[in-house]
């Protein structure tokens, strides 16, 4: 079944203790990104990725690093996350026209 | 700055009712629109795109349509049944964004069917 899958789906953490939220698709995509959906604000882009050691900042990548050392893969690091960063995190991929997202993580920082 | 409307943000409908959410987008020059659906606590799922060429799709029973002109999208929901209750957000790709297919999204359709 072709799928974007994230780990976890829900996480609870502590302000300045290190987390990474993986995403993998199975569809060889080479376009992968990264979006937060907060109340009021929708969905936005955090950093996008258009192939293996390609990456490119969105429009909200502060506190937020990306890694792409192979085509399926796409986790989201938080080196030290901030309360600021509590949100329900998406992973999407495509091949230029349909978008294709996570499940989504839930992350909680207290 | 492209800037997606979606109105209204709440509707509530009897079951067996026809319906239409509408999406309006401010910049016309865009690759294609995207209707998703999200259900409390899930991910989004596709139901349609639209690609900049295109009037209208269709897929059991919604259909999307296009009016890149005017900036406007909507979505027809047939014979609306409980299992359509769901927020249903519209997202549009801009034809600028060069090797970024970033998406901007509406803030979402909260729909109601009542059985």
């Known amino acids: 079944e072709a799928q974007v899958t994230q780990n976890p789906r829900y996480l609870i953490t502590v302000t300045g203790k290190k987390l990474t939220v993986t995403c993998s698709q199975n569809?060889?995509?080479?376009?992968m990104s990264w979006y937060r959906q907060d109340p009021g604000l929708g969905l936005r882009q955090i950093y996008y990725?258009?192939?293996?050691?390609?990456?490119d900042k969105g429009d909200v990548p502060e506190g937020y690093k990306v890694s792409r050392k192979e085509k399926r893969n796409f986790p989201l690091i938080l080196e030290s996350p901030s309360p600021n960063q509590t949100s329900l995190y998406f992973c999407a991929s495509s091949f230029g026209g349909e978008q294709f997202f996570g499940p989504g993580t839930r992350l909680t920082v207290l | 700055k492209q800037e997606v409307t979606q109105i209204p943000a709440a509707l509530s409908v009897p079951e067996g009712e026809n319906l239409v959410l509408n999406c309006s987008f401010t910049d016309s020059a865009i690759y294609n629109l995207q209707w998703f659906r999200q259900d409390p606590g899930k991910g989004l799922t596709s139901l349609l795109l639209i690609q900049s060429s295109q009037r209208e799709q269709t897929s059991g029973r919604l259909n999307a349509s296009l009016d890149k002109s005017s900036g406007r999208s909507t979505l027809y929901i047939a014979a609306s049944q409980p299992g359509d209750s769901a927020t249903y957000l519209c997202a549009v790709r801009p034809r600028s964004g060069g090797s970024n297919y970033k998406l901007t999204f509406g803030k979402g359709t909260l729909l109601t069917v009542n059985p």
């Open positions: 990725s258009m192939n293996v050691e390609v990456t």
């Open positions: 569809m060889n995509h080479e376009y």
